[in-house]
């Protein structure tokens, strides 16, 4: 089993650029989140999907964009980019409390 | 905001036993400890759980006390390769919660 796969893995955007990450989960999990992590911080939820057609704001909606059409896949888009979104973003999915996340995307808004 | 308080750092010695505190004196009833660890910039790894009684898997154990305001987990034999940050959380077992990250303890395993 592949787990939780996030691509792409680096990316440099320029500031107004718009752009999906795309998580894929393979463990059939009802639960799935996109975290943020700044330098020196723990992680913080952007937004989370308890279902397929379902998603719910986090900590730090703002800026972001969010889609589960299917079970297995979670879109992060953001629409017009800004270097404060200048970050690692990890994507998760979970069952009864046992969370599995990603390698992380590497993003740059320059 | 995160309901635990851990140490920033700690070292240990390499074939040492290491041991990490964690202070949650707020955890209500139906709320399991979680521990996970992000070594360097990978994403976070499951560890061990527990609500009340101690836990033991292949990783690591789960020391929590009482009153179950705090809890220690223990890595027996630490390696170099368990240098990484180390994430104690409180989540409701009851509901399908969100992790919420604090900063962690970075455990600096050396030779």
């Known amino acids: 089993n592949a787990g939780v796969t996030q691509t792409p893995k680096f990316r440099v955007l320029k500031t107004g650029q718009s752009m999906t990450l795309l998580c894929a989960q393979d463990?059939?999990?009802?639960?799935m989140y996109w975290y943020r992590q700044d330098p020196g911080m723990g992680l913080r939820l952007i937004h989370y999907?308890?279902?397929?057609?379902?998603?719910a704001k986090g900590e730090v909606p703002d800026g972001y964009n969010v889609s589960r059409l299917k079970k297995q896949n979670f879109l992060l888009g953001l629409e017009s980019a800004a270097p404060s979104q200048t970050s690692v973003y990890f994507c998760?999915?979970?069952?009864?409390?046992?969370?599995?996340f990603g390698s992380g995307t590497r993003l740059t808004v320059v | 905001d995160a309901k635990t308080t851990q140490p920033p750092s700690m070292d240990c010695a390499e074939g040492r036993a290491a041991n990490l505190p964690c202070n949650h004196s707020?955890?209500?009833?139906?709320?399991?400890v979680y521990w996970y660890r992000q070594i360097h910039s990978q994403g976070p790894q499951y560890i061990i759980h527990?609500?009340?009684n101690n836990e033991t898997n292949e990783m690591a154990s789960l020391i929590i006390t009482e009153d179950r305001k705090s809890s220690t987990l223990i890595l027996p034999h630490a390696t170099l390769r368990d240098t990484a940050v180390y994430y104690c959380?409180?989540?409701?077992?009851?509901?399908?919660?969100?992790?919420?990250f604090g900063k962690g303890t970075k455990l600096s395993v050396k030779p």
């Open positions: 998760a999915s979970s069952y009864q409390g046992g969370y599995t």
């Open positions: 463990m059939n999990h009802e639960y």
């Open positions: 999907s308890v279902g397929e057609g379902t998603t």
């Open positions: 707020t955890i209500s009833g139906n709320e399991y």
């Open positions: 527990g609500l009340k």
């Open positions: 959380i409180v989540i409701d077992g009851g509901s399908q919660g969100n992790l919420i």
